[in-house]
């Protein structure tokens, strides 16, 4: 055996990183030994998603030829699902044009930013990062608004959350952004876990959760409350201004929940690919002002990434793109959310200058007045 050879995990993710990864395979060629080809095509055995296509001798190495195949088990029922939705959304959007009253609209909005805050402020920050400390009426406040955007339950979200910021961009991250935007975005909900998600997910510590009745209380009773909360309440208000029952459910229920479902997996998709870096140039997530204004403050990304337990998931742009942490910062007013954490000065500066890429807006400055 030769010193240096990978072995077969790491034969896979060369294999990985050296071609393509394309939605459904992949396929490199990787030189070792003898005796790691032969335990490369032993582990391949073992697992349906990698497999030696063919190999050959060159000058006493030998070059494998390998196709990793994903178990590619798509997840018909969220297929169906997510196809109905669309469609009954491009139903919505054409009644917003000739039929529903500026009331329901505005109704509509109004429980878009309630949602997606509910994820954001809610799920993200207080249950996934810790990043602040919330009173009971916040918590259940939480709880319910973000069961109107019916994106997973509390304990569910957070332990992909959890595996997403523990193995970013690596086979064990969920949403994992290497494999296309479309992947990261939606398609990653419509086929079953990669083997390395669950696996990692089993050890992620949700001891905290378990621990916590509200959330193991929204757990055991998620779907009826989705029901109630996500499409039931948004049918039945507009009734009160005297909306139609059908144009109340397609647009405040149905294209509402759709759009607020795209706005977050925007933070997975698209600020995982573009962007700048000012706080990290060495990761995928990147600073995208757009997506913050639609994600209600998650769109700086490469910031969030860096400092993940900081309750304004930002540094930049203020409570216009974040929307969540206007949201915080006046629960903490009336003392319902405590112990906000963030990120010192001097902190924010030696990173910037230790692995920004340069574009940050104090460096800029500093440049200038040369
Ligand atoms: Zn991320
Ligand atoms: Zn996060």
Redesign the pocket.
Known sequence: MEHGDPNPTQIERRARSTSRYRFRSVSGRITVSLNHYLQARAHAGQRSFCALRHCHINKGKIDIFITLKTAHHVVWPNVVFFILVHLGSLYGIYLIFTKAKWQTLVFTYFMYIVSNTGMTAGVHRLWAHKAYKAKLPLKILLVLMSTIGFQGSVHQWVRDHRV??KY?ETDADPHN?TRGFFFSHIGWLLMKKHPEVTAKGHDIDMSDLRADKLICLQKKYYYPLVLLLCFITPTVIPLLWGEEIWTAFFVAGILRYTFSLHTIFL??SL??MWGTKPYDKRMK?AETKSVSFLACGEGF?NY??VFPWDYKAAEMGGYALNISRLFIDTMAKIGWAYDLKTVTEATLKRRIIRTGDGTHPSLLKENDSF
């Open positions: 997403h910021h970013s952004a933070v997975n600020a995982h997530p990304h969030h990434h």
